[in-house]
Each structure stands twice: as structure tokens, then as C-alpha cells.
């Protein structure tokens, strides 16, 4: 039976509209706190409610009389196609709720974006490439962290390509890991009958970002009910909102971390994750603590729904959401719209009004939404594998955030079931990735089973290879003396940001007008295929980057290398280019055993659509494999 009195205690608690007062997170809240003792309790109970949908139900909701219909959504709104009825009935019943969705001015064929209404330029094209990647990195509404992730998750294993032995032990280095994506997607690739032992590093100098994938390892290792686990996981990770049990879930696993932490035994060293995988976390208890204060503050849920508000919706920024609609398919910006208003990620017609207390781990401590105004759940994921999970669950693929929402929960409970069959030890930091590498050098984690002697069968190092970040010579000379020394051992990242310093390897700056003019009619063409008619020059403005697409950057993208000095650094670190990859293509859609020059495929006009119009992206990105000579 549920202590009533203290629940309502703590729900008043993280209601509470003032910021002055907290609930304590740190270790005191320990020493004859009840309070903490009940949340473990509650966290590891096997009765809270699952709120998650294994089929797409039917969207005829009255939140007001809090009504909804449970049975399956089989009948499409064949307006909108972003929901379904389980009958003619309740349909009719729902119009009134729905019409505003279904009429929605965004779905009009003639809708154009708000500086072509206005017979302007866009603010976006004001000033040259340099300029607007530093304005980037000054407006408020463009900074932060990136939470979610800005590229399709990869397995950085391949094992069948590689390795092709479904018995060897594997370790694996993580240094630049952002958020759990790439550790979840290289688990769930490998083969149903692998059975080695996998030793995973995973490191971001963020402590908040270690300590989010933290939580995530620990409610889908240790909440029983896999459906459950990937539910919470889901929604924590990815929506700004939660329900109140689910935030209650959560906050008995971060106060059952801070009490093993805290721990002085040698017990309190390792977090078991099921009965086959362990947590070992390398971060100070003062680190994690920090990290986690913003989840003890009471944030109001009002007031973050207005900053939520305010950050998607920004006047001034009208222009990047015109743009981003105006590479949109009529409704798909409805979808999209509806995420960007709701910041739950379900299914469009799907009920969400228990969603009502702020994710603490995307807002400040007071208040602030912490990423930029233009982070989608949506760009970390392949959209193909999206739309296809949507539809077995019953969704069309104009729900997109709907077809994400089913994936996810694939995703998730399937990497929660492997944490229980499998033997996988985690290791987390907050270093910067020079210092992670100079510490296992110096053998100072050898206590935490990361001694100097370790080497790695693939360390992943995301795009610090740019020199904004620590550059190729910085990682590859810290890391090379890392890497085991095996034939399929290797280093693996990509360049984000190379073209800054390499104009000619991105059709967008303009220095190729030939090749703009040469796809201007065909370009047009396409966009009034997609239902997007107007003035060609005006189409061209939103999707300059995707011409990239179509060029071959490998000539600029290797005189960049040379400017870098890679010869040298290769030379000194007895490492080489591998030509031909056999775990990540050169590019984004490129064939893997394409040369330095193969082109992104896309085999029919979805394809070309989901991924460079839903997607985004510069699509000047460009993968490297290192590998010993």
C-alpha cells in the first residue's frame, strides 16, 4: 500500500511554482530521510502503471472528461492521415477536437514561407557561411547541447564485416559519446548468437550528458518489466514532459545511484545491471551530484511550458522554422508542428495530458530549456527504419513522430533484453577526450578494470576530429597506442565542420554558381512534385545544403586532410586511411564498399525526401577509418 501522505508530500513538492525551494538530491538526503528510502522502494516496485502503446490506438480523446478510446485506430483521417478511428463513430465524435489539426493552413498546397509572403530575403541567407556559423554559435536560440543527437546512429562494430566471429570479446571506447544512441544501436546489431563479453567505455566531458546515459542504463537494466523500462527510458531521454509516476520511477534511480555512489564499501564500486551486466562509474560524486540538482528542483510546469513555447516558436527565428516547413511535405509540418508544440514524443492522436511534469534533465535549474530551438529526436535515427517500425505498429508514416515512437520502444526493449543476456560491462567518465586518454595511460583506473595495458577494438571519436573541437593530430596521437592490434581494430569518426575551413567542398556557399543554375529547373521540378510550387529561386533558398547531395567532395575534403598535416600525423602514429571502410561508408547513403568519391544513393523519391528533406543536415559530413599499417 502507497504512503498517500508522503506521496502527496513529494507530488506538492515538485509542483511547488518557487524556485528557492528544493528537494535535497545530495548525500545528506540520506541521514534519516524517509523520503529517500520510499523513492528507492517505489523505483524498484512492479506495479506502477505502463503508459506505453504496443499498437496505435484509437485518437478520440476528450481530455476534459479524461476519456479516451482504448481500442485499436484501424480507420485513417483521410484528410490528414495523421490519425486513426476504431470506427465511423468516434470519429464523428472527435471532428470538433480534430478539425483545427485537419484544417490546419500548414496543410495547403499553396502554404509558402512567411519571407515569401513578404517579398524579402530570408534572414538566414544575410550574411556569408563564416559569419553564420559564428552567429550560430552567439544567438541564445541556437546554442546548447545537443542532446538527442545531430546523426543517424551507427553500429561502429559490423561485426559480420570485421571480426565475423560471434564468440570474441570486444572492447569498445566511447570518448566523445554525447547521448546512448550509438551504444544502443552497435548492441542490438550484433548477431542473435553473439555470446563474448563486451567491455564498453563511454565518456563526455558534460558531466549532465554522462549522468543522463547513466539513468538510461540504469532503468533499462533494472526495471523488470522491459516494456515499462523502455517506456520511461524512452520518454526521459527524448520528451520534455513525463508523467508523474514515471517521474517518480526516475527519481528513485537517481537516488539509488547517489546512495551507491556514496557507498564506502568496495560493493559500492560496481552497479549491477541484471544479472550479466555491470555499471562501474568513474565520475566524482560531487560530478554526479551536479549534474543531477536540476532534477531535485522544483520546476513549474507552467513556466516551463511558456520558456518551451518560447523557444520553438521565437518571431525571430520565423524564418529557420519557414524553412525547415517549406522542405516538408503538407503533413508532415503538421507533424512536425505538433511535436514542436506538445514536446512529447507519441503518437499525434494519442493522448498526452498526464505528460505534466517537466523532464528537469532538459531544462536548466531555472528553467531554461537547455538545447537549441531546432533539436529533433528525429535526426538521430535512420528514417527509414522510423517509418517502418511506425507501420507495423499501425501508424502512417505522415505520423512521423508517431513511427518514432514505436521504433524507440523497439529499440529500447530490445537493448534492455540484451543487457540481460548479455555480458556487458559499462565505464563512464566526464574527461575531455586528451585527458580520458592520458589517464588510462597513466593507469590511473586500473582499480575500475581499465588498466594501461587495455587496448580497444574500436574507439569512436563523433566529429572532435574538427579543429573547433581538438582536431585530428589531438585525437589520433592520444589514441593510437589505445587501439588493439588486430586487422578490424580501429578509430572511427567523421568531419562535421571541415568545409568552414574548405569552402570549396560545399555546393551551398555559392562558389560553384554553374552547377546551382545547371539543378535550378530540375530542383523545381522535384519540389512541385512534392507538392511544393513557386518560385524556383525561392525553393532553392531552403534546400541549398542538399545539393551536396549530389556533388562529390572528395578532392576538397582531401586537400583539407593535407592542410591538417595527416601525412605526418599517420606517419608518427604508425596509422593509415583505410580506403575502402568496412564499418561506416565515406558518406552518409554511400555504399560501405564505396571508393573515397561514391555518392549518397537514395533508390526512389521517399528515400531522397526522408533524408534530406526530414532529416536536415549539410550532407558535406564525411567518415574516416583509421586503422594500424
Known amino acids: ?42 523505483a524498484r516496485r512492479k506495479d506502477a502503471p505502463i503508459y506505453a502503446l504496443k499498437r496505435l490506438l484509437c485518437a478520440n480523446v476528450n481530455v476534459e472528461k479524461s476519456e479516451d478510446c482504448k481500442k485499436s485506430g484501424t480507420f485513417i483521417c483521410t484528410k490528414c492521415r495523421l490519425v486513426s478511428y476504431c470506427s465511423k463513430e468516434c470519429q464523428t465524435v472527435h471532428w470538433s477536437a480534430h478539425k483545427q489539426d485537419c484544417k490546419d493552413r500548414l496543410l495547403s498546397k499553396d502554404w509558402r514561407p512567411c519571407w515569401a509572403v513578404e517579398g524579402r530575403s530570408p534572414s538566414f541567407l544575410d550574411k556569408g557561411p563564416e559569419s553564420q556559423f559564428e552567429r550560430w554559435d552567439t544567438e541564445e536560440l541556437s546554442m546548447g547541447p545537443n542532446l538527442w543527437g545531430n546523426m543517424a546512429a551507427m553500429d561502429i562494430v559490423n561485426l559480420p564485416n570485421n571480426e565475423a566471429d560471434s564468440t570474441k570479446d570486444l572492447t569498445l571506447a566511447f570518448i566523445a559519446s554525447g547521448d546512448l544512441r550509438n551504444v544502443v544501436r552497435t548492441i542490438n546489431a550484433l548477431p542473435s548468437d553473439y555470446s563474448g563479453k563486451l567491455k564498453i567505455l563511454m565518456n563526455d566531458k558534460l558531466s549532465y ?47 539509488e545511484i547517489l546512495r551507491w555512489k556514496a557507498a564506502d564499501d568496495s560493493e559500492g564500486l560496481s552497479f549491477p545491471l541484471g544479472p550479466r551486466s555491470t555499471l562501474l562509474v568513474g565520475m566524482p560524486p560531487e560530478s554526479i551530484e551536479a549534474a543531477f540538482a536540476n532534477w531535485s528542483t522544483c520546476l513549474s510546469t507552467t513556466e516551463t511550458r511558456a520558456e518551451y513555447h518560447r523557444m520553438r516558436k521565437a518571431p525571430s527565428r520565423r524564418d529557420f522554422y519557414d524553412r525547415m516547413y517549406a522542405n516538408l511535405r503538407p503533413l508532415h509540418r503538421v507533424a512536425f508542428q505538433g511535436f514542436r508544440r506538445s514536446g512529447v514524443v507519441l503518437p499525434f492522436g494519442a493522448s498526452h495530458a498526464h505528460f505534466d511534469i517537466p523532464n528537469a534533465t532538459l531544462f536548466s535549474g531555472n528553467g531554461k530549456w537547455l538545447q537549441r530551438d531546432y533539436a529533433d529526436p528525429l535526426s538521430g535515427w535512420n528514417p527509414d527504419e522510423v517509418i517502418k517500425a511506425g507501420k507495423a505498429h499501425g501508424a502512417q508514416a505522415e505520423d512521423i513522430y508517431g513511427c518514432l515512437y514505436f521504433f524507440l520502444l523497439d529499440e529500447l526493449s530490445s537493448f534492455a533484453r540484451r543487457l540481460q543476456q548479455l555480458r556487458i560491462t559499462f565505464n563512464i567518465y566526464n574527461l575531455t577526450a586528451s585527458d580520458l586518454s592520458l589517464a588510462i595511460r597513466h593507469n590511473s583506473f586500473w582499480s575500475e578494470g581499465i588498466p594501461a595495458s587495455i ?72 519540389m512541385k512534385a512534392e507538392g511544393r510550387q513557386g518560385d524556383p529561386v525561392q525553393l532553392l533558398l531552403t534546400s541549398l545544403p542538399d545539393l551536396n547531395a549530389l556533388n562529390d567532395n572528395s578532392n576538397p575534403f582531401m586537400r583539407y586532410l593535407n592542410k591538417q598535416g595527416l601525412d605526418g600525423i599517420l606517419q608518427s602514429t604508425k596509422l593509415k586511411l583505410r580506403k575502402t571502410h568496412t564499418i561506416v561508408p565515406h558518406r552518409n547513403r554511400a555504399p560501405l564498399s564505396g571508393s573515397l568519391n561514391a555518392l549518397p544513393e537514395f533508390p526512389d523519391r521517399d528515400s531522397w525526401y526522408y533524408h534530406t528533406q526530414v532529416l536536415g543536415g549539410t550532407w558535406t559530413e564525411r567518415f574516416v577509418e583509421f586503422v594500424h599499417v
Open 209 to 255: 550528458v554522462s549522468c543522463r546515459n547513466m539513468v538510461l542504463l540504469t532503468l533499462l537494466g533494472t526495471i523488470s518489466d522491459e516494456l515499462l523500462a523502455a517506456d520511461i527510458a524512452l520518454h526521459f531521454w527524448y520528451s520534455a514532459y513525463l508523467p508523474y509516476e514515471y517521474r517518480m520511477k526516475v527519481t528513485g534511480k537517481i537516488m
Open 1 to 42: 500500500m502507497m504512503n498517500d501522505e508522503l506521496m502527496g508530500r513529494f507530488y506538492r513538492a515538485m509542483q511547488a511554482e518557487s524556485q528557492e525551494r528544493e528537494i535535497p538530491c545530495q548525500r545528506d538526503i540520506f541521514d534519516g530521510c524517509p523520503e529517500a528510502s520510499y523513492l528507492i522502494d517505489y
Open 455 to 526: 587496448r580497444f577494438d574500436r574507439i569512436e571519436v563523433s566529429n572532435i576530429l574538427d579543429v573547433n573541437y581538438i582536431g585530428i593530430r589531438g585525437v589520433v596521437s592520444n589514441w593510437a597506442s589505445l587501439l588493439s592490434k588486430s586487422a578490424s581494430a580501429t578509430i572511427l569518426g567523421y568531419f562535421m565542420n571541415w568545409t568552414m575551413l574548405q569552402e570549396d567542398g560545399d555546393m551551398s556557399t555559392g562558389k560553384d554558381l554553374r552547377a546551382v543554375q545547371r539543378v535550378a529547373r530540375v530542383w523545381a521540378a522535384k
